[in-house]
């Protein structure tokens, strides 16, 4: 694109940032830190409450919030922010239930305590949501990684996609989770203090000084958090992101595998308990900088309007997705060095939020399939050498859904919906057992039967577009996907244990 820069001091930037990364696994490696299983899954069960919530908060704070966030504003408003106000409630859910209990088992693995509730059928189909869910996070995450560069120099999204996978997959191999915790915490501080220097550039570099932002963000009504018609279910109103926010945050923190293991790798209760408020009340802020950047980014091209190049103008205007607007901001209007750094940043943050996936996919695939179904008595080495060849199975499959993420609308909407997809079918089962004491494996069967009908259809018209007929058409809005999957596995499972009769009896472990 014309216009972009990138000066030998940015490149050195770059590189350096890369090869420092790199480095933290690579130490955790030669230190021996990550050469067991209990160190490659659990860190030793040794972190802090500051690192570790500090990874909890970056395991937010990816390139999707690096890039959608302001991206999402740009063309809208602050609707989508009121999902991180939902983090409070979801975290004092979690600190109350959720960490004593993980902590308490002894775990590594989310799901084993919805196989003592409802058998090893449960603990499985949870164990393909997430996954399926984790290789969306990859492709989303690595797509939104190549955007910079791909602004920047020319190259193809798919070419950028495909070098970045092999460095990820090469770090997740070395680094295990020790490294994911500490590089997560690391890029963390460096994407909030280049946020913060994102916000300072556009507030002085307008034309008629920072109150013009305010000016042109007001006249379009740019800060609203969105309608708040309580009865309005067609579209992303306040109240459908609220409660959209609030299940998926419930999930995150109650029985996402990437939170689990850091609650694991946290010293005791209380500084795992301390870590998740820590990361849940920081992004808040952080998730509201990156808003209004978008926001500045709309006044700042409002005010230079024939500063947008013609593909990316032609892409809002076709696509409906202002994702390409930073990176481009980013590689033409940052000082010398800035720019390498941001771009070093992104591509940084992107590597610790995939290599967290990686680690997370490949030590369910090795607790949940390898060390229940295929080598009950395996060795340290052969567990070892498992969650090599699972790591580097995710990264693939991951790096492939990179690629079709190019045919995507918006990234932040693409993911959404993935996320609400998966996280409602494994949400309403692990309710349906907390709900109800009385519920069978029977019923649990007919309820997620059920469930994941109802997100199927629901979830119809976000996959397929116009090509689903008029008559099948879901009329709500796609975040309600996880509430009405919820809530359908939750009352119908109940609905059938009372039924059915009989059937397995809860166990409560």
């Given at each position: 694109?014309?216009?972009?820069?990138?000066?030998?001091?940015?490149?050195?930037?770059?590189v350096a940032y890369f090869i420092g990364t790199m480095g933290i696994g690579v130490y955790f490696y030669y230190t021996?830190?990550?050469?067991?299983?209990?160190?490659?899954?659990?860190?030793?069960?040794?972190?802090?409450?500051?690192?570790?919530?500090?990874?909890?908060?970056?395991?937010?704070?990816?390139?999707?919030?690096?890039?959608?966030?302001?991206?999402?504003?740009?063309?809208?408003?602050?609707?989508?922010?009121?999902?991180?106000?939902?983090?409070?409630?979801?975290?004092?859910?979690?600190?109350?239930?959720?960490?004593?209990?993980?902590?308490?088992?002894?775990?590594?693995?989310?799901?084993?305590?919805?196989?003592?509730?409802?058998?090893?059928?449960?603990?499985?189909?949870?164990?393909?949501?997430?996954?399926?869910?984790?290789?969306?996070?990859?492709?989303?995450?690595?797509?939104?990684?190549?955007?910079?560069?791909?602004?920047?120099?020319?190259?193809?999204?798919?070419?950028?996609?495909?070098?970045?996978?092999?460095?990820?997959?090469?770090?997740?191999?070395?680094?295990?989770?020790?490294?994911?915790?500490?590089?997560?915490?690391?890029?963390?501080?460096?994407?909030?203090?280049?946020?913060?220097?994102?916000?300072?550039?556009?507030?002085?570099?307008?034309?008629?000084?920072?109150?013009?932002?305010?000016?042109?963000?007001?006249?379009?009504?740019?800060?609203?958090?969105?309608?708040?018609?309580?009865?309005?279910?067609?579209?992303?109103?306040?109240?459908?992101?609220?409660?959209?926010?609030?299940?998926?945050?419930?999930?995150?923190?109650?029985?996402?595998?990437?939170?689990?293991?850091?609650?694991?790798?946290?010293?005791?209760?209380?500084?795992?308990?301390?870590?998740?408020?820590?990361?849940?009340?920081?992004?808040?802020?952080?998730?509201?900088?990156?808003?209004?950047?978008?926001?500045?980014?709309?006044?700042?091209?409002?005010?230079?309007?024939?500063?947008?190049?013609?593909?990316?103008?032609?892409?809002?205007?076709?696509?409906?997705?202002?994702?390409?607007?930073?990176?481009?901001?980013?590689?033409?209007?940052?000082?010398?060095?800035?720019?390498?750094?941001?771009?070093?940043?992104?591509?940084?943050?992107?590597?610790?939020?995939?290599?967290?996936?990686?680690?997370?996919?490949?030590?369910?695939?090795?607790?949940?399939?390898?060390?229940?179904?295929?080598?009950?008595?395996?060795?340290?080495?052969?567990?070892?050498?498992?969650?090599?060849?699972?790591?580097?199975?995710?990264?693939?499959?991951?790096?492939?859904?990179?690629?079709?993420?190019?045919?995507?609308?918006?990234?932040?909407?693409?993911?959404?919906?993935?996320?609400?997809?998966?996280?409602?079918?494994?949400?309403?089962?692990?309710?349906?057992?907390?709900?109800?004491?009385?519920?069978?494996?029977?019923?649990?069967?007919?309820?997620?039967?059920?469930?994941?009908?109802?997100?199927?259809?629901?979830?119809?018209?976000?996959?397929?577009?116009?090509?689903?007929?008029?008559?099948?058409?879901?009329?709500?809005?796609?975040?309600?996907?996880?509430?009405?999957?919820?809530?359908?596995?939750?009352?119908?499972?109940?609905?059938?244990?009372?039924?059915?009769?009989?059937?397995?009896?809860?166990?409560?472990?």
């Amino acid at each position: 694109m014309s216009g972009t820069h990138f000066t030998l001091l940015d490149v050195i930037v770059l590189v350096a940032y890369f090869i420092g990364t790199m480095g933290i696994g690579v130490y955790f490696y030669y230190t021996g830190k990550s050469r067991d299983t209990e160190g490659y899954t659990a860190a030793g069960r040794s972190l802090g409450s500051i690192v570790v919530g500090l990874s909890i908060m970056a395991t937010f704070l990816s390139s999707i919030s690096f890039l959608a966030l302001p991206g999402a504003a740009y063309i809208g408003n602050w609707n989508q922010f009121v999902f991180s106000l939902t983090l409070p409630i979801a975290a004092m859910f979690a600190v109350i239930w959720f960490v004593p209990y993980y902590r308490s088992r002894k775990e590594v693995s989310a799901y084993h305590h919805i196989e003592t509730r409802f058998g090893p059928w449960a603990r499985l189909y949870m164990d393909v949501c997430y996954l399926l869910m984790q290789i969306g996070r990859i492709g989303s995450v690595m797509f939104l990684m190549a955007l910079p560069l791909h602004a920047l120099l020319g190259w193809s999204i798919p070419l950028i996609v495909t070098v970045t996978g092999i460095a990820v997959i090469i770090y997740s191999l070395f680094g295990g989770i020790i490294a994911v915790i500490w590089a997560d915490a690391i890029q963390s501080v460096v994407l909030m203090a280049g946020a913060l220097l994102c916000v300072v550039l556009l507030l002085f570099n307008m034309p008629e000084g920072p109150g013009q932002i305010f000016e042109i963000a007001a006249a379009d009504s740019k800060f609203s958090l969105g309608s708040l018609d309580p009865f309005e279910f067609t579209k992303a109103t306040l109240w459908t992101v609220l409660v959209y926010g609030i299940f998926i945050n419930l999930t995150n923190f109650g029985i996402d595998q990437n939170y689990v293991q850091r609650y694991a790798a946290a010293k005791s209760v209380k500084e795992a308990s301390k870590s998740l408020w820590l990361g849940a009340l920081l992004y808040i802020p952080v998730s509201a900088l990156f808003f209004f950047i978008g926001t500045a980014l709309f006044a700042f091209y409002t005010a230079h309007p024939d500063s947008l190049p013609i593909e990316i103008v032609e892409r809002i205007e076709t696509r409906g997705t202002g994702d390409y607007v930073f990176p481009f901001y980013i590689v033409t209007q940052l000082p010398s060095g800035v720019t390498g750094l941001l771009i070093a940043a992104i591509f940084a943050a992107a590597m610790s939020t995939v290599s967290t996936s990686l680690n997370s996919g490949a030590t369910i695939l090795l607790t949940d399939v390898y060390n229940r179904y295929l080598n009950r008595n395996a060795t340290e080495q052969q567990q070892m050498r498992f969650l090599y060849g699972a790591t580097l199975g995710c990264g693939i499959l991951g790096t492939l859904v990179g690629i079709s993420m190019i045919w995507a609308q918006g990234i932040l909407d693409t993911w959404w919906t993935i996320q609400g997809i998966f996280a409602g079918g494994m949400l309403g089962l692990f309710l349906l057992g907390m709900v109800s004491r009385r519920a069978t494996n029977a019923g649990a069967v007919v309820g997620v039967i059920a469930g994941v009908l109802a997100i199927t259809w629901l979830s119809l018209p976000a996959l397929l577009g116009d090509a689903v007929p008029d008559g099948m058409r879901n009329p709500l809005h796609f975040h309600l996907t996880i509430v009405i999957g919820t809530a359908t596995i939750v009352l119908v499972g109940m609905l059938a244990t009372m039924a059915l009769g009989g059937g397995r009896p809860a166990t409560n472990d």
